[in-house]
């Protein structure tokens, strides 16, 4: 199946730091998400994106749709102790209604 | 708003088993997906439902697991006989939306352990 490759697969950065991961696939995509997931929860979406080049901030948030819609970035600034978790890329591709998503990015905020 | 309910939280169970699990979405939600999490991967789609019908199955390993929403609202998901590899967790999802945007709203997850 369609595979989106996520970078780096984990992070341990201080707190106050940013933090930025990203996203790639070999395949176009029409929809770029990411989202989070906690220990013991369910993913929640933290960003959506849907236009190449878009550039999206929700809060300490900001994700970019890649122009070649082969890719996407998210940053974290002046992370908090709360920002643990694990961090997902989804994509959806065109015509298609099925999400896939990335490995996930777990990250660590030592306070 | 209520958020996705699934049940049971935890199970565990030897191979060659059955087991089921149950999702009722949020309230209103047309669209209806159950997700398999293997430890350290990101989730994979196994089946979504447009009200009672099945949008895409195509993950779905149909010699062992099956899934039904009969009346469009709750769901359940059913592996029968269970392997080793099935442990995992398994997320129910729904959307409002009928035209997948890709806005999914989550459960909790059934965490299953086989041994």
């Known amino acids: 199946g369609q595979q989106l490759n996520q970078s780096p697969q984990s992070m341990f950065i201080q707190e106050g730091e940013d933090v930025s991961m990203n996203c790639t696939s070999s395949s176009i995509f029409n929809t770029w998400l990411w989202y989070k997931q906690d220990p013991g929860e369910g993913p929640v979406l933290l960003i959506a994106l849907y236009k190449a080049g878009e550039l999206t901030s929700n809060g300490r948030l900001t994700a970019q749709f890649g122009i070649t819609r082969k890719d996407s970035f998210l940053n974290i600034s002046a992370s908090i102790p709360s920002d643990v978790g694990i961090y997902f890329c989804a994509g959806l591709q065109g015509g298609s209604e099925k999400l896939v998503f990335g490995k996930g990015m777990k990250l660590t905020v030592n306070p | 708003e209520a958020g996705v309910a699934q049940s049971p939280r935890y199970k565990i169970i030897e191979k060659r088993q059955s087991v089921a699990f149950w999702c009722n979405p949020i309230s209103g939600h047309a669209t209806l997906y159950w997700y398999q999490q293997i430890l350290g991967q990101g989730p994979k789609l196994l089946i979504q439902f447009q009200n009672n019908g099945v949008v895409d199955d195509s993950q779905l390993p149909k010699d062992r697991f099956s899934a039904e929403r009969l009346k469009g609202v709750d769901s359940t998901l059913k592996i029968q006989p269970a392997k080793l590899e099935d442990s995992a967790v398994y997320l129910c999802?729904?959307?409002?939306?009928?035209?997948?945007?890709?806005?999914?709203?989550f459960g909790e997850g059934s965490r299953l352990t086989v041994l």
């Open positions: 999802a729904s959307s409002l939306d009928r035209s997948n945007t890709g806005e999914l709203f």
